[in-house]
């Protein structure tokens, strides 16, 4: 099993592009939420590990993943409202958001007790690293679970307008690079935190995965190697959802090869990088293809693979 700690909110996504007073769609959403359910989709076993209100929000947040198969019994429950995001999409698909998490029930997520031992993986990002005080309950569960040998997956997904003091965010990611196995980050992040990728795969991570936008996917292992593909051409309705599925598709692709150990990456040659990052491609696409948080299940990433 997979677990995925972080926030779970509601995109307000707009109906019309470049109308700032169209009506707003409700859309259930989260880096680490979108990631959980694409897991579940792409038929891996996933678990949810968050703090979720007791809201109509909430409940639609809870109800969602039950349907989509991902576990809920690391979910803490609360009675402050629902994180929101409201999206500004642009007219080439790509997204910016503003977001509304004073007093939301996410935040005050706190450490819970020893994961289930079936836990092969947790991945942790987004605002779940930034808002404290669950941030720092987060940060206790990702050393926690690295201490014990459990593979560490990282997904910053920097919302600069949440982080107050900048440099004091940077150092604080330094010091959780030695305890991940895999960090997967776009271009945009890296420029945000002032790293390249050979000084990212040399600070801990076993291998750290760029999302390059319609460039496509790069990875360097820690030995120095570096592997790319192109993204896959597709018509791009919006780009929500679209990292945190290259996310999901990454850590189903390395559990699909039991590649989810400590030292296990080092084993993985071009071939093998390849064919992992070609998967992740495809399914983002797939996502990119129709509007929301949308991420695919196995079948459409194998049909838009034969095409």
Request: contains cysteine; charged residues 20%.
């Amino acid at each position: 099993m997979i677990v995925v700690a972080g926030e779970a909110l509601i995109d307000l996504v707009p109906r019309v592009r470049g109308d700032a007073l169209t009506p707003l769609r409700p859309v259930r959403g989260g880096g680490p939420y979108n990631t959980a359910v694409a897991l579940a989709r792409l038929g891996g076993a996933a678990a949810f590990c968050s703090r979720v209100s007791t809201d109509a929000f909430g409940a639609s947040l809870l109800e969602r993943l039950t349907e989509e198969g991902v576990g809920t019994g690391l979910v803490q429950r609360g009675p402050e409202p629902t994180t929101l995001a409201v999206a500004a999409v642009g007219a080439d698909g790509s997204a910016s958001y503003a977001f509304y998490t004073g007093g939301t029930a996410d935040r005050l997520f706190t450490l819970p007790p020893a994961l289930p031992e079936r836990t092969r993986a947790v991945s942790f990002g987004t605002c779940s690293l930034v808002l404290e005080p669950g941030a720092g309950a987060y940060e206790e569960l990702m050393r926690r679970e690295a201490g014990r040998g459990v593979f560490v997956a990282l997904d910053p997904n920097i919302r600069a307008e949440l982080i107050p003091d900048a440099d004091a965010y940077r150092a604080r990611f330094r010091t959780w690079l030695p305890h991940v196995s895999l960090l997967k980050l776009s271009e945009e992040d890296a420029g945000w935190l002032g790293l390249g990728l050979p000084e990212l795969a040399s600070a801990g991570p076993a291998a750290v995965v760029l999302t390059r936008g319609g460039a496509g996917l790069t990875v360097r292992t820690r030995d120095g190697a570096e592997y790319a593909v192109d993204a896959e051409k597709v018509e791009v309705a919006d780009t929500i959802g679209a990292g945190d599925t290259v996310n999901a598709a990454l850590l189903h692709a390395l559990a699909d090869r039991d590649l989810l150990r400590p030292g296990a990456l080092a084993g993985l040659d071009a071939d093998g990088w390849t064919r992992i990052l070609t998967f992740a491609s495809r399914a983002a696409a797939v996502t990119c293809s129709r509007a929301g948080a949308e991420p695919p299940y196995a079948w459409e990433v194998a049909e838009f693979a034969s095409r």
